[in-house]
């Protein structure tokens, strides 16, 4: 992802009463300066409340009291920055997040599909590849599979290794069972893996017609033609003009006619592109491009 600052924030430690309010956002952004220029990664326009808390958090890992000095470990130790990129990208994710959602992508996005000869989705922001895996039986429960491509990226290398393996734990078993049966799954979920010690391992065909890459969305440019974006609660935690340019990306990568996916606190409203598109399912936040 992109990806977002995501997750639970409360009780992350915060600076001293002392610290200076007006010099501690000039460090952080230096720091973000710095990360850029050196790394590539932008995030010099995600939401600054939950940056700032992100950063005092790893601050405090890494046993520092300035936000200067967490710059200055980030620039000269990449080990650093590989751990301060893990707090900023703390993904919630879950197989079939949402199965309402994937129970109206089944009943209204599905029959669009079967139109097209060839389907190339892209999963921006995919994390650990939870809903990844959940799109691909999907479509192999449907038929489509063998005709479709999906296209997984995020901002982070180490979610997208664990995301490749395709290894869940198997604690959440249950939980993704429940949500795929009411996403409206066609088979037993437990056939879909294989348990192995406190895992489950995914089968290996359903990795088949899935492609990982490192994107990034905010300095990447568009990479192919979708006929399906999916972008659930990323868009959340970016500001306004960072919004504007991801649904300029979005925009000129779909197709015509092919479909928007968003969160649900997401929505297409106020932006430039809102004419551009008609509402497949409003509350599910699924948009179909017609001009």
């Known amino acids: 992802m992109a990806l977002p600052i995501t997750g639970d924030t409360r009780g992350i430690p915060g600076p001293p009463p002392s610290y200076n309010a007006d010099l501690e956002r000039i460090e952080i952004e230096l720091l973000l300066e710095a990360i850029y220029r050196h790394y590539g990664f932008d995030f010099r326009s995600y939401a600054y409340a939950s940056l700032r808390r992100r950063l005092w958090k790893r601050l405090t890992g890494e046993g520092m009291k300035t936000i200067s000095a967490l710059q200055e470990g980030v620039l000269h130790d990449q080990d650093v920055m590989e751990r301060l990129l893990l707090d900023l990208s703390v993904n919630v994710t879950a197989m079939y997040r949402d199965p309402s959602f994937y129970l109206a992508f089944r009943q209204r996005v599905i029959p669009l599909l079967r139109t097209w000869p060839f389907i190339r989705i892209w999963h921006a922001g995919c994390s650990t590849g939870e809903e990844v895996y959940s799109m691909a039986i999907l479509l192999e429960e449907e038929g489509l599979y063998d005709r479709a491509r999906i296209y997984a990226t995020d901002i982070n290398d180490v979610v997208l290794q664990r995301a490749r393996s395709g290894i869940f734990p198997l604690d959440r078993m249950q939980e993704y069972t429940e949500n795929y049966l009411r996403a409206g799954g066609k088979q037993s979920f437990s056939e879909h893996y294989t348990a192995l010690?406190?895992?489950?391992?995914?089968?290996?065909?359903?990795?088949?017609?899935?492609?990982?890459?490192?994107?990034?969305?905010?300095?990447?440019?568009?990479?192919?033609?979708?006929?399906?974006?999916?972008?659930?609660?990323?868009?959340?935690?970016?500001?306004?003009?960072?919004?504007?340019?991801?649904?300029?990306?979005?925009?000129?990568?779909?197709?015509?006619?092919?479909?928007?996916c968003l969160g649900a606190k997401e929505s297409l409203k106020f932006s430039k592109y809102e004419d551009c598109y008609e509402r497949i399912d409003e509350r599910e936040k699924i948009y179909r491009k017609i001009k």
């Open 197 to 260: 010690y406190d895992g489950a391992l995914f089968n290996k065909a359903l990795s088949r017609n899935i492609v990982f890459s490192q994107h990034n969305l905010v300095t990447d440019r568009s990479f192919s033609e979708f006929h399906v974006i999916f972008c659930r609660n990323v868009l959340i935690y970016f500001d306004k003009q960072l919004q504007n340019r991801v649904h300029s990306l979005f925009y000129d990568s779909l197709a015509n006619f092919g479909v928007l």
